[in-house]
DNA sequence: ACGGGTCGTACG
DNA sequence: TCGTACGAC
């Protein structure tokens, strides 16, 4: 009954949407392989794809064993902060695995069960830990594993690949039966369901690959196989990686299979096995059911294994769950998932924060300021990045905090998180991010005013900045790369044999494989520049004071970001000035957070109680901005102003935004080469203007919550 | 009140 | 839309 319902569905929906019509579905897929030649669009949804995920395995420690190779072969683990308790393992080495070491375990523990283990540190950067290599090294993986089919970077180190067309093409023209030589490592696949009747398991899988009556689909499966083990090859060889990959018929599966067989290993899930394998299969280990989702399906309906949700209805579960996490649930207890690969190589958004956890909460608003001010300064290095290589710009700046109080464990911790449109440069961004700050601040206090006026204990225990919605700059806007001298002369060929004319292969090939060839752009670039900016005296907000040293020394191994941030004010080098200055908030501020409200003390702070907030406003408040260079406060105890209040035109302007075009006030602080360029691609747009208000610490309370 | 720092998606 | 909740690595 069980397997009734299961083989019925399975053959017809191996794509995941729904085939109500199996039998014109099979039919239709079957005269098209007829034509498969034709330069066809392939029918939506009905023939089965080939779908790739790429893992890679206990990435972060693969990445410090290629950066010191003497690591190799010995237990080791990646810590990050070592200095409590011996750090935070958040990556583990296999060999470390065999002692029973564990991610999430401290530092000291592994050595307890690891004596020998190495314990190697996430490399700080601003007093906070910097992923900038692991994001480099996951970006040189994707520009290899992205030369076949489409491609999805699902995480820092897992890959999707849709390989339906490669695969449909082999087996078209060079079908595994008739290929002379077949990639070794394609023998050393697991097959799920494969039956080894005597053989030695290799040969049945050899068996398996070579097998001619075999079910169409199962061919497919091979050949992606064929390609994925020839691209994990070439993963190792050019970045001496060693990475996992499932290859199944949809997403789900194929990421179920990459996590079977690890490290280095394959897994193919062909269509005939995926009944038994989701029978006995705990959902836990099910995406997307790792946590309180699948806890309820386990606690509420007594669902143990993916097997076990075959007995619920599609309008059980939807009941219970909603259309459509109902209809999800359905379909991935039959195998079935729709999910295309998203055929992107960049993230969507770029963001850093940090905890502070226990006794680090920041109890001072001038802490505060200067951890916001690190993280913007982080921030805004890798949106340059982002820009240089990728000549994408994003739109949104988004604040989020969490606040903690001591004696009281109620739900203090909730935050809001702010946005407003994003602004290039340093201080800008630092600017604008702690002016959301205050305005989630404000908006906290008024929520939880009676109560913070009773216990002081509290203070801020995270912070992160993030930067969304970033669009790709219209393509043919190639005076940004040599704006940023990606041209300069004594590297020229180098670059250039490298030139790209894709926004990803852009990406790729800038963050990517040939560190060497960074090495060496990266010192005469710094001269060239110097010389190419004195050319351009219209250059906005470019600062030749621009403290190169210090930068320099922030970042010692971050080439192309020294390179740039030293260059130019646009893309924000920190004043001298505004350095000292911080620093000198850094000794003075000792005001609790606290004091502050009970101070009573005037500041330029925002927000009369006329002006509506950020909710009252409702989307259009997020053309939150502010004045150039009122503020930046000297003191725990003297805020900046926070326009919330912002007028309508900014407003309108902001509402206008569509994907496809770039804001104009995100425009305007472009150098003139791009936004010339960039203006001639879209019609032009309304500036924005911005308002100023000041007010004083008495408007935090609203009084609405001043009860 | 140590799994930290980032990502992405679904939902209201 | 924005802001939140959640899940994943």
Redesign the pocket.
């Known amino acids: 009954m069980f397997s009734s319902i299961f083989q019925n569905s399975i053959p017809n929906v191996v794509e995941g949407v729904v085939v109500v019509e199996g039998k014109e579905e099979e039919r239709r897929v079957e005269d098209w392989g007829e034509i498969e030649k034709m330069p066809v669009a392939r029918p939506e949804s009905s023939d089965s794809r080939v779908i790739a995920h790429i893992d890679m395995d206990c990435f972060y420690v693969q990445v410090e064993q290629r950066k010191q190779p003497t690591l190799r072969g010995h237990p080791t683990a990646v810590v990050?902060?070592n200095s409590?308790k011996g750090g935070?393992l958040?990556a583990v080495g296999y060999e470390a695995r065999k002692y029973g070491v564990k991610?999430?375990m401290r530092g000291d523990e592994a050595k307890k069960v690891c004596p020998d283990i190495q314990l190697v540190q996430v490399p700080v950067a601003r007093g906070?830990?910097?992923?900038t290599v692991y994001?480099d090294a996951g970006s040189e993986v994707v520009s290899i594993l992205s030369r076949k089919g489409r491609c999805e970077r699902a995480?820092i180190?897992?890959v999707y690949l849709d390989l339906t067309e490669v695969a449909e093409t082999m087996l078209a023209e060079n079908p595994p039966e008739r290929l002379e030589t077949i990639c070794e490592e394609a023998f050393k696949s697991h097959v799920l369901g494969l039956h080894l009747d005597g053989s030695s398991n290799q040969d049945s899988v050899k068996k398996w690959f070579y097998m001619s009556d075999a079910d169409r689909r199962d061919k497919l499966l091979a050949c992606g196989a064929l390609i994925v083990a020839e691209l994990r090859l070439e993963v190792l060889k050019e970045t001496e990686y060693t990475c996992s990959a499932g290859i199944a018929h949809n997403k789900m599966l194929a990421k179920l299979a990459s996590g079977m067989n690890k490290p280095a290993q394959q897994t193919i899930v062909p269509l005939s096995s995926v009944s038994t394998l989701l029978e006995s299969l705990p959902i836990k280990k099910?995406?997307?059911?790792?946590?309180?989702?699948?806890n309820s399906l386990q606690a509420d309906l007594c669902v143990d294994t993916v097997g076990d949700l075959l007995q619920f209805s599609e309008d059980k579960l939807q009941e219970r769950y909603?259309i459509?996490?109902g209809t999800w649930l359905w379909n991935i207890a039959r195998g079935i998932c729709g999910e295309e690969v998203?055929g992107r190589l960049l993230?969507?958004?770029?963001?850093?924060?940090?905890?502070f956890?226990?006794?680090?909460?920041l109890k001072t608003i001038s802490s505060v300021q200067k951890w916001i001010y690190e993280l913007c300064e982080?921030l805004s290095e890798r949106l340059v990045r982002d820009l240089e290589q990728n000549k994408r710009i994003a739109h949104?700046l988004?604040l989020h905090a969490s606040a903690?109080k001591?004696n009281d464990?109620e739900s203090l911790k909730?935050f809001?998180?702010?946005?407003c449109p994003l602004r290039y440069g340093i201080a800008k961004i630092q600017e604008d991010a702690l002016n959301l700050f205050h305005a989630g601040l404000r908006e906290y206090i008024g929520i939880h005013h009676a109560k913070m006026k009773q216990h002081n204990e509290w203070a801020i225990?995270g912070l992160?900045v993030?930067a969304s919605k970033i669009v790709a700059t219209p393509s043919g806007t190639h005076s940004i790369t040599k704006y940023f001298g990606n041209k300069n002369q004594t590297s020229s060929s180098a670059l250039e044999s490298n030139d790209i004319h894709t926004q990803d292969a852009a990406y790729l090939s800038s963050s990517g494989i040939g560190s060497s060839v960074e090495l060496h752009l990266s010192e005469p670039q710094i001269a060239n520049y110097e010389d190419e900016a004195s050319d351009k005296h219209d250059m906005p907000c470019f600062n030749p004071d621009g403290d190169e040293t210090e930068v320099c020394k922030a970042s010692e191994k971050g080439l192309a970001s020294k390179v740039t941030q030293s260059k130019m004010d646009f893309l924000g080098p920190v004043l001298k000035s505004e350095k000292q200055k911080r620093k000198f908030e850094k000794e003075k501020g000792n005001s609790s957070i606290l004091k502050y409200f009970a101070s009573g003390n005037s500041c330029s702070f925002p927000e009369p109680r006329h002006v509506k907030t950020?909710?009252e406003r409702?989307?259009s408040?997020?053309g939150m901005s502010v004045q150039g260079n009122q503020q930046q406060p000297m003191s725990g105890t003297t805020l900046s102003t926070c326009n919330l209040g912002q007028d309508d035109l900014r407003s309108d302007t902001?509402r206008s935004y569509k994907s496809d075009e770039i804001d104009p006030s995100v425009l305007k602080e472009l150098p003139p080469e791009i936004q010339a360029e960039v203006r001639a691609s879209f019609q032009p747009q309304k500036r924005a203007n911005i308002v100023k208000r000041g007010s004083s610490i008495d408007h935090y309370f609203s009084p609405t919550a001043n009860s």
């Open positions: 990050q902060y409590w935070g958040i991610r999430s906070k830990a910097d992923l994001r995480s180190d897992e099910m995406k997307q059911l790792g946590g309180k989702l699948g909603g459509n996490t998203e993230p969507k958004s770029h963001g850093s924060g940090k905890t956890p226990g006794r680090q909460a982080e949104t988004t903690h001591l464990s909730k809001p998180s702010k946005s225990t992160s993030s950020f909710q409702g989307a408040s997020s902001w």
